[in-house]
């Protein structure tokens, strides 16, 4: 299998190993329609080996753990269960080590499919399959998702409490050997002041991820926002407004903005632009060219319909070209905003507030999560690249 492919199984009683060449931890997680479990019990896991219809099997560390999916006493409120891993040596990371999960007949032992994830490296936790329903049929989808905060990373992203691990307990007092000697009368000496507190530990890469809870969020660069309220996706129709004005009272600039549509393993699917204002049969759609960024509000407009977007693309970048030639120096007050079409409200917004002598800009990216909601990731990486067939190549490499 390939990342985001998928098989319909034709056992009801499914397990899924993982095999690497060091020892994991794997789990298995029941998730409902939201991407979230109902209560720590549907974390099943060498602690927990026992869920509604999932259960966890060590291999001792002479074989692979695995997690069994048996279909039919999984509950009706459980949408998937994902298979999750993660090296048991602590803070080691998969780079090297890329793991293999096997998904077979639970009852014969036949393989019905396998798949490694691609191209790890930082990543001490991953996704590596899900075990999902459609109608009345069960699948299963090749993830590969990872994790650069652990197994807790990933428990906490699907509602799992995770608690802080507690203070080792105090020695017990020594009985000592003979009475203690009469206390002698000394002066009391001025409390010692408190500790300071510890410092805080440094940022995991890819965590403190917001959502929309608070209402409208401006991002910096490289900053990311999941496009969810109160555990929910928002909308499932967004609006992405892109807008400059030339800079210092300069000439007219004719930017075009775009986006670009990719699947899970960064390759290209389509590109929408001013030649191509429908792709992904009506799914995206461009307003159209702006020859001279003059007015006031957005310049270009690209709608997603993000509930209509097919399920090999997981994800799309967005670009401002200037196929003249002109530098982005010659830009003022470039900047992309995240707008709820059936209201007008601005949900995210990203001002470049830098510039490079290059006449491409990758303004902003949209991931499709394994649990089915979207991110947004501010970008503002510039290139030497005047059209967008220029940009799918820098484009993957931003995903």
Excluded at 51 to 76: E, K, L, M, N, Q
Excluded at 229 to 234: D, E, H, I
Excluded at 297 to 319: H, K
Excluded at 362 to 367: C, E, F, R, S, T
């Amino acid at each position: 299998m390939t990342p985001g492919s998928n098989i319909p199984l034709t056992a009801a009683r499914v397990t899924v190993d993982v095999a690497a060449p060091v020892r994991l931890d794997v789990s298995g997680l029941l998730l409902t329609a939201d991407g979230k479990v109902r209560s720590d019990a549907d974390f099943v896991f060498y602690n927990q080996p026992a869920g509604p219809g999932v259960t966890y099997r060590s291999g001792g560390g002479s074989a692979p753990d695995a997690i069994t999916v048996d279909t039919a006493a999984v509950p009706p409120d459980i949408d998937k269960i994902v298979v999750t891993a993660s090296p048991d040596a602590a803070g080691q990371t998969f780079q090297g080590i890329e793991p293999t999960a096997t998904i077979r007949d639970a009852d014969g032992g036949a393989a019905l499919a396998s798949f490694t994830p691609p191209r790890l490296g930082a990543e001490t936790a991953l996704v590596v399959v899900e075990i999902y329903r459609r109608g009345d049929q069960w699948k299963a989808r090749a993830v590969g998702q990872g994790y650069a905060d652990g197994l807790a990373g990933i428990a906490t992203d699907f509602g799992v409490t995770v608690e802080e691990p507690a203070a080792a307990p105090a020695a017990p007092p020594q009985r000592p050997a003979a009475p203690p000697a009469p206390p002698v009368a000394t002066p009391m000496a001025p409390a010692a002041p408190p500790a300071p507190p510890a410092p805080p530990a440094p940022p995991v890469p890819g965590a403190g991820k917001v959502n929309l809870d608070k209402g409208r969020v401006s991002l910096q660069k490289n900053q990311t926002v999941s496009l969810v309220k109160g555990g929910r996706p928002l909308l499932s129709r967004v609006q992405m407004g892109l807008g400059w004005e030339p800079a210092f009272r300069g000439k007219d600039i004719d930017l075009d903005a775009s986006v670009i549509a990719y699947g899970p393993q960064r390759n290209h699917i389509d590109s929408c632009y001013f030649g191509k204002l429908t792709i992904l049969n009506g799914a995206i759609k461009h307003s159209g060219d702006n020859l001279t960024g003059e007015g006031g509000g957005d310049d270009e407009v690209i709608v997603v319909d993000l509930g209509r977007i097919p399920q090999e693309v997981t994800g799309l970048v967005f670009t401002v070209n200037s196929f003249s030639g002109q530098k982005f120096t010659e830009v003022a007050k470039a900047y992309c905003r995240l707008v709820d079409p059936a209201t007008g409200e601005e949900l995210v917004r990203f001002d470049l507030t830098g510039a490079e002598p290059q006449t491409g800009v990758m303004m902003a990216k949209l991931i499709r999560q394994f649990s089915g909601e979207w991110d947004m990731t501010a970008l503002g990486d510039f290139v030497k690249a005047r059209t967008v067939r220029n940009m799918v190549k820098p484009g993957a490499a931003a995903l």
